[in-house]
């Protein structure tokens, strides 16, 4: 088989032909012998009656009564969890779901105004997912980074966190401050206190309490941990790489901006305000509370043991 690569003519546009240079390479990409190209996969394979992951059957890991939050620890980890450690994933997965509005829903509901396939409204939400909203592993590399350093030069977590402070003076520090909680991120608050009741809080979680003293020490103000500082500490300590604590995050979320972006194609006719608002309202991020819900009202969480059959 021959692969033409360019013609004389684009040859002679480099300047001058480099030696050994042809348009014919199927002599010099000789495939006799060679394997046939083929995906390798190290966590998951699949036959005509089972799929397997990580050496379980999928179906028997659903039979067995694993819940979702374990079969995704074992995706990313390798091995189930212990009973604490699917708790806490499990806590994180329910607390970080739903945001209301916010950078990433709007986006999927501006995007289904449009009426384009649902998926596709979907990923135009968690596309917006960066250095300034929803999850991300950019905190992750860095408290790895300044542990590292830690390890390396015999600090102590204190000591670490005022390097890590001062090296960030001026710019942003991920993991810190969220614009809507300004007192104080209750999703992060809940999720590092829920860590240390079940016994899975270590060294992350730790460097993060100190990296928020050092700040308020060193800038003399007080800027609170948010939901991605609190949560990826506590995913750190939990052995989750911070790929994917952003992969699992990004994973919760996406079902907000399913149900958004549902609610837009169903409940609200296209080009919604397009006429009579103005567009910049529509990327207005201030809180909303109830003013403009018409869900169902506050009311007590039933404990799940309670549930009947």
Known sequence: MSFYICSSKSKSHFGKEREGMTEDWGDQYDQTGREPFHWQCSFAYKTADKIVLQGYDTTELAEAGWSFAAVVFLLFQGRLP????????????????????????????????????????????????????????????????????????????????????????????????????????????????????????????????????????????????????????????????????????????????AAHAMEEMTREKAWRASRTTKMINLLDLSLQGPKYYDGPPLRPVPRPEDRKE
């Open 82 to 257: 212990k009973i604490n450690e699917e708790k806490m994933l499990n806590f994180f997965m329910v607390e970080f779901m739903e945001h209301a509005l916010s950078p990433s829903t709007l986006t999927a509901r501006c995007c289904a105004s449009g009426r384009p396939p649902l998926n596709a409204a979907i990923a135009a939400g968690i596309m917006t997912f960066g250095e300034a909203h929803g999850p991300g592993h950019l905190h992750g590399m860095m408290v790895h980074k300044y542990m590292k350093m830690a390890e390396e030069k015999g600090w102590t977590l204190a000591q670490t966190a005022e390097q890590l402070v001062r090296d960030h003076q001026g710019k942003m520090i991920m993991g810190l401050g969220q614009p809507q909680h300004i007192h104080g991120d209750p999703r992060a608050i809940r999720i590092m206190k829920k860590a240390r009741e079940l016994g899975v809080a270590g060294k992350f979680h730790d460097l993060q309490i100190e990296i928020e003293k050092a700040f308020e020490r060193i800038n003399g103000k007080k800027v609170w941990t948010n939901v991605i500082g609190g949560a990826n500490s506590v995913f750190m300590d939990l052995g989750f790489s911070p790929l994917a604590a952003w992969a699992i995050g990004v994973l919760c979320r996406g079902f907000s901006c």
